[in-house]
């Protein structure tokens, strides 16, 4: 587990020709614009939001015993607002469950499917942006190719 990690983890950055936004391949363990993985953010939110603790003890859970109260009321609430969409998403990977809430459904999907086989799936749709655009997805209608690395003899 990646709890104990404290490094840098260099992630390569691309420029799409066609729409100009640049396009980040991040590792699997990390989650867009956050600076915790995906298995330290889970940690925390199984701890809080299925088995009910203190925000100070879901953060030692987590191995961050002096993490602010405001991180993990942010992860509560970006989950919260997303909870909904996630369930119905990982609909494709597995069984719907019951449960009282939308972020209690959520987090037991996520924890039955896996939480990087489900980042896996949720993200696999913008890797397709760096390898062009669908035809349905074209930024105004123009197709979108990657240019050569060396030009044409």
Not at 61 to 90: C, D, E, H, K, N
Request: hydrophobic fraction near 50%.
């Amino acid at each position: 587990m990646d709890v104990d990690f404290d490094g840098l983890i260099p992630v390569r950055r691309y420029l799409c020709g066609s729409c100009k936004r640049t396009v980040s391949l991040l590792p699997e363990l990390a989650l867009p614009y956050l600076r915790f993985s995906i298995s330290v953010i889970s940690l925390f939110l199984v701890a809080r939001l299925l088995e009910g603790r203190t925000l100070l003890a879901a953060a030692a859970v987590a191995s961050q015993p002096t993490m602010p109260y405001q991180r993990g009321q942010f992860w509560i609430r970006r989950l919260q607002r997303q909870a909904a969409a996630l369930g119905a998403a990982l609909v494709a990977l597995t069984t719907p469950i019951t449960a009282p809430n939308f972020v209690i459904k959520a987090l037991r999907m996520l924890q039955s499917v896996g939480w990087i086989a489900a980042h896996r799936f949720l993200f696999s749709r913008l890797r397709l942006h760096l390898l062009g655009w669908p035809a349905f997805l074209a930024p105004h209608g123009r197709p979108a190719t990657l240019r050569p690395a060396f030009p044409p003899p």
